[in-house]
Structure formats: structure tokens, C-alpha cells
């Protein structure tokens, strides 16, 4: 079974985006749900559904006044080169509405989430 990485799914998103489409569809995996949920509680994405097959998600975007919630990606972490911070050296984002998606020890978790709780992870990658 091909495992889909965060990477992939935040690319597709922001295409979709790009394109003005209204659904995307992405593989699906515990990961990327995780990541879904992340977008959707910080307002980056409308909702997300499973297929019936539970094989697909089919992802609805959100767009205000016909400009995309996603406009850029960032990604810090690649399979080549994965990216470690310490809890007290979390960057910041570029904009104050970035969302950075850090995987830590109790799961996903926004960059400001991981610093009131005073973990370090992973950092995904940058969302605005």
C-alpha cells in the first residue's frame, strides 16, 4: 500500500486553490485527516469527507470574496531532510494569519499550540 505524505496533500490544496476549484479529492490515510482537521479548525478549508470505499477524501476549499484561504505553502520538512525545533525556537509565521503545522509527540498541532503546551516536533510545513 502507497502511503501519501503531508507534503502531497497540502500541494494539492493549494492548486486547488490556484485553480478556483470548489472539491479536490486526496488519498486517504490517518495522517492526512489529522492534517484536515488542522486546516478546517483553523478555517483554511470549508470540510472534508471520507468516500465510501474509505480509500479517498474529497475535500471542499474555502474562498473568501473569490480569493483562496490558501494562497502559499511552505514546506519545511521533506523526505530528504526532516526539520526538528525545540519548543523554545518554533519560528514564527510570515503573516499573523500562518498557520505552521508541527507534528509533535501528542500529534498534529499548530505552531502556537505546541509553544503554550512547550513541545518541540517536526515542523510540516506553512500554510497562508
Known amino acids: 500500500m502507497i502511503t501519501s505524505l503531508p507534503i502531497d496533500l497540502l500541494i494539492r490544496i493549494k492548486n486547488g486553490c490556484l485553480a478556483s476549484r470548489k472539491t479536490i479529492s486526496a488519498p486517504n490515510s490517518k495522517h492526512n485527516r489529522s492534517i484536515l482537521d488542522l486546516l478546517k479548525k483553523y478555517n483554511f478549508i470549508e470540510s472534508y469527507e471520507v468516500s465510501e470505499d474509505k480509500k479517498s477524501l474529497t475535500i471542499t476549499l474555502k474562498y473568501q470574496n473569490l480569493i483562496p484561504k490558501v494562497s502559499h505553502v511552505t514546506i519545511f520538512s521533506k523526505p ?30 499548530s505552531q502556537k499550540e505546541a509553544k503554550v503546551k512547550g513541545l518541540g516536533g517536526e515542523i510540516i510545513a506553512e500554510i497562508f
Do not use: A, C, E, H
Open 80 to 109: 530528504g531532510r526532516r526539520f526538528y525545533q525545540k519548543s523554545t525556537s518554533l519560528p514564527w509565521g510570515k503573516t499573523q494569519n500562518s498557520l505552521i503545522i508541527i507534528s509533535t509527540s501528542l500529534g498534529l498541532m
